[in-house]
C-alpha cells in the first residue's frame, strides 16, 4: 500500500492516478494511523512553503511524517513535497521546513529566463540513483516552481538541472527520496521513477 498524504497540497490525484495506472495499490489519507501502517509514503505539494507548513500543522502531520521516516519507510517528496524536507525556505519571509535534510530553498534568479520555471528540462543524473534506474542517461522531466533546492550535502543529490543557476532535481538519502519535478507528468520516465520507488523495500533502523 502507497499512501499519498493529504494536507490539501493540489497534484494529489494526478499522483495517485499515476500510481493506479502502474497497478499499485494507492490511498489518499491524512489519518495518522493508515500513514504510519503505509509500505511507501508519498509527500506531494503544489503552491507556497508557508501554506504547506501551516497545513502539515493543522492537520497534525508533522510529527506523523517525522515518525514513517524514522521507522524506516521509504518516502518520496514531490515538488513542493521535496522542498518541503530541507531546514528553511526564502518564499514566505524564511519559514522554517520539516528540517529532515540540511540545505535550504533559494528564490530562482533574474535572468532572461522566464520564472516560474515552467516545462521540460533534462536532468543530470547520478550513476546508480535508485529512482533512476531504467531510464535514459539523460531523461526530460516536467517543473513547475519559482525556488529551487540547494542540498548541504552534494552526495544525496541524485539529479541536476540547470535553468539560470544549477538546481538540486532529485535526493536521495537512506529511505527518504524526492523530486523537484512531476514524474506523476513526465510522460514514461515519471513512471519508471514513480514504479522505481513502489519497489523500494523498507529500510531496518
Request: net charge negative; with cysteine; aromatic share 8%.
Amino acid at each position: 500500500m502507497i499512501t499519498i498524504i493529504d494536507y490539501d497540497a493540489g497534484n494529489l490525484r494526478s499522483v495517485e492516478k499515476a500510481l493506479l495506472s502502474l497497478g499499485e495499490e494507492v490511498k489518499v489519507s491524512r489519518n495518522r494511523e493508515e500513514i504510519l501502517k503505509a509500505d511507501k509514503v508519498i509527500l506531494p505539494g503544489v503552491g507556497a512553503f508557508q501554506d504547506a507548513m501551516d497545513k502539515l500543522f493543522h492537520y497534525h502531520l508533522v510529527d506523523t511524517i517525522y515518525q514513517v521516516v524514522e521507522q524506516g519507510t521509504p518516502f518520496l517528496g514531490i515538488c513542493l513535497g521535496q522542498q518541503l524536507l530541507f531546514e528553511r525556505s526564502e518564499e514566505g519571509k524564511g519559514i522554517e521546513g520539516l528540517g529532515l535534510l540540511k540545505g535550504e530553498i533559494l528564490k530562482i534568479p533574474d535572468t532572461d529566463l522566464k520564472v516560474p520555471h515552467m516545462g521540460w528540462n533534462s536532468l543530470q543524473v547520478k550513476k546508480d540513483a535508485t529512482l533512476f534506474q531504467g531510464i535514459e542517461e539523460i531523461p526530460y522531466v516536467y517543473f513547475v516552481h519559482s525556488y529551487y533546492l540547494k542540498a548541504a550535502q552534494e552526495e544525496i543529490v541524485a539529479a541536476t538541472t540547470e535553468y539560470g543557476v544549477s538546481i538540486h532535481a532529485s535526493i536521495e538519502k537512506d529511505n527518504l527520496f524526492a523530486c523537484q519535478f512531476h514524474p506523476e507528468k513526465s510522460g514514461k520516465v515519471g513512471l519508471q521513477i514513480l514504479k522505481n520507488f513502489a519497489a523500494v523495500e523498507k529500510m531496518q533502523k
